[in-house]
């Protein structure tokens, strides 16, 4: 009787392959409109359940964008712009004169003390809130009495409207009732121009976007301290390295995935943090305070006559600043070997 003959490894994959080959391409395989319609059939729930996000944000970001960044091609103000009188309406009369706005903004020195004004601003506020963000999750990441009080206290003005902190500060702000120069004058200082002089300015409405952005990068902070496991740091310590060698090497990289993340999100609001300008000193005094978004806001509500096309270039030059920051920012990750 002949025994039955066993095929090598080689044979049997060569023989898969072959097999494979008889049968033709898997369905789906390669791309294509089979892959397609292979995904919208496996997952069809999914696309179900995104179809509604993705049509409201198209219909509240998207047609708005495409407007704006019409507009910004055009010279249209308040003069020329489609507008109704009574019964009477005027048809729109502004032109399409290309690249000129960008031209006369690019060229114009006030463009470029915003822009040097808003870097610095979005800088400042950024390291600021992380640093003393970091360091009160670090506080508050040990056992002691009253830990829920002190977190519960410290994320507070993130629970307060933006507009009612703001007020409250200008309250305190003030040069003649306010609480900082009644205490200030109490020691025998004299009282400091908080609103009025452009140096002070700047500082307070750096230190009241710093107050804002605090309890995000806490909370954010403590969840990416949580996460990291508590027997490094008794392995650290047994092996005798001193509190700033665990902070450095254990500390520093465990949150590193998420620190990357937050200064991203911080340093897109900083950039168009509008309501903080705004509402505390309206870009004054004489213009030191505004920020790009400031800007663009003053020339389509504000200045007389309304200059629309020029905000909506001015909103663009942001749009794209903030592009390439994110891009470049990503590259700076993928290099650090993070993912993003």
């Not at 009787?1 to 049968?23: D, F, H, L, N, V």
């Not at 359940?49 to 910004?72: C, E």
């Not at 465990?254 to 200064?263: D, Y």
């Not at 340093?267 to 978004?293: E, K, Q, Y």
């Amino acid at each position: 009787m002949t025994s039955p003959t066993i095929a090598s490894p080689g044979e049997a994959e060569a023989g898969a392959t072959g097999a494979e080959r008889a049968r033709g391409p898997r369905r789906g395989a390669g791309g294509g409109p089979g892959r397609l319609r292979l995904a919208l059939s496996t997952h069809w729930y999914a696309w179900a359940m995104i179809a509604p996000v993705v049509l409201v944000i198209t219909a509240i970001i998207g047609w708005p964008l495409v407007r704006g960044v019409y507009l910004s091609l055009t010279d249209a103000d308040e003069a020329n712009v489609e507008r109704t009188i009574g019964v009477n309406s005027i048809p729109a009369t502004y032109e399409f004169i290309g690249l000129d706005n960008y031209v006369d903004i690019l060229g114009d020195d006030a463009f470029w003390d915003r822009l040097g004004w808003t870097v610095v601003w979005t800088v400042a506020c950024v390291a600021i809130t992380f640093a003393i963000g970091l360091t009160l999750a670090n506080m508050l990441n040990r056992q002691f009495r009253g830990r829920t009080a002190y977190r519960m206290a410290l994320i507070l003005p993130w629970a307060i409207p933006a507009f009612v902190s703001v007020f409250a500060w200008r309250m305190l702000y003030n040069e003649r009732n306010g609480l900082l120069n009644s205490l200030l004058e109490g020691r025998g200082i004299d009282g400091i121009a908080w609103l009025s002089d452009p140096t002070w300015a700047k500082a307070a409405v750096i230190a009241v976007n710093v107050w804002l952005g605090v309890p995000f990068m806490l909370i954010a902070m403590l969840g990416a301290l949580q996460s990291i496991p508590a027997e490094q740091y008794e392995a650290a310590e047994m092996d005798g390295a001193s509190a700033w060698q665990r902070f450095r090497f254990i500390t520093l990289p465990g949150v590193r995935s998420v620190s990357m993340t937050v200064v991203l999100l911080s340093t897109i609001w900083t950039f168009n943090m509008f309501p903080v300008i705004f509402l505390l000193t309206r870009g004054g005094p004489a213009g030191s305070t505004d920020i790009l978004v400031t800007e663009a806001f003053r020339l389509a509500f504000t200045a007389s006559p309304r200059d629309f096309a020029n905000s909506a270039a001015w909103g663009v030059l942001i749009l794209l600043l903030l592009v390439l920051f994110a891009i470049s920012y990503r590259r700076a990750l993928r290099k650090q070997g993070e993912v993003w």
